[in-house]
T-cell receptor, first 111, second 112 residues
Framework: QKEVEQDPGPLSVPEGAIVSLNCTYSNSAFQYFMWYRQYSRKGPELLMYTYSSGNKEDGRFTAQVDKSSKYISLFIRDSQPSDSATYLCAMSATGNTPLVFGKGTRLSVIA | DGGITQSPKYLFRKEGQNVTLSCEQNLNHDAMYWYRQDPGQGLRLIYYSQIVNDFQKGDIAEGYSVSREKKESFPLTVTSAQKNPTAFYLC???????????FGSGTRLTVV
């Protein structure tokens, strides 16, 4: 079992839809959870950052962490064509261990 | 503006050659990382460095080498021992992994 599992998609939704992206993980030591957005041929950019369990909201984006289920989610409300990108989840344990990334989910928002 | 710069953007290598990818940051970050990205594979860690003059192997270090002589610089050499080097290479820096990474714009390496 891989440490971080993420459905690669592709996921195609109409403009204005609510998008749900998910990752599961196996390492119960993970404490820091992040979502990155990567446009084609560009480097990833940090979108959301969450420590431990709970929700975090930033504009149209909401990140949720459920440590009991080892499951994290990113919700995008009122999706826009400019949200079309690959979304990568990433996580790390305490200390200085490097981030472990999911494979990324490719999202297309159709106008 | 602070940031992380990778060069060149595109690189072509002949079979049997070594090539070096540049990564420079002016964010005063202690930690730097190299990832390789292949279609359907996500980001795989090659090497990382948490302090000058020290670095550790990641999951796929074979055929690669790095140095960290300056805080700002973390070059990656793809050696001829790397059997399948064609990929998109990403460099990142951080004050620590728990604070998230800042990525460069990547170098696309192609073997010709």
């Amino acid at each position: 079992q891989k440490e971080v599992e993420q459905d690669p998609g592709p996921l195609s939704v109409p403009e204005g839809a609510i998008v749900s992206l998910n990752c599961t993980y196996s390492n119960s030591a993970f404490q820091y959870f992040m979502w990155y957005r990567q446009y084609s041929r560009k480097g990833p950019e940090l979108l959301m950052y969450t420590y431990s369990s709970g929700n975090k909201e930033d504009g149209r984006f909401t990140a949720q962490v459920d440590k009991s289920s080892k499951y994290i989610s990113l919700f995008i409300r009122d999706s826009q064509p400019s949200d079309s990108a690959t979304y990568l989840c990433a996580m790390s344990a305490t200390g200085n261990t490097p981030l472990v990334f999911g494979k990324g989910t490719r999202l297309s928002v159709i106008a | 503006d602070g940031g992380i710069t990778q060069s060149p953007k595109y690189l072509f290598r002949k079979e049997g050659q070594n090539v070096t990818l540049s990564c420079e940051q002016n964010l005063n970050h202690d930690a730097m990382y190299w990832y390789r990205q292949d279609p359907g594979q996500g980001l795989r860690l090659i090497y990382y460095s948490q302090i000058v003059n020290d670095f550790q192997k990641g999951d796929i270090a074979e055929g690669y080498s790095v140095s960290r002589e300056k805080k700002e610089s973390f070059p990656l050499t793809v050696t001829s021992a790397q059997k399948n080097p064609t990929a998109f290479y990403l460099c990142a820096s951080s004050t620590g992994p728990n604070y998230g990474y800042t990525f460069g714009s990547g170098t696309r390496l192609t073997v010709v």
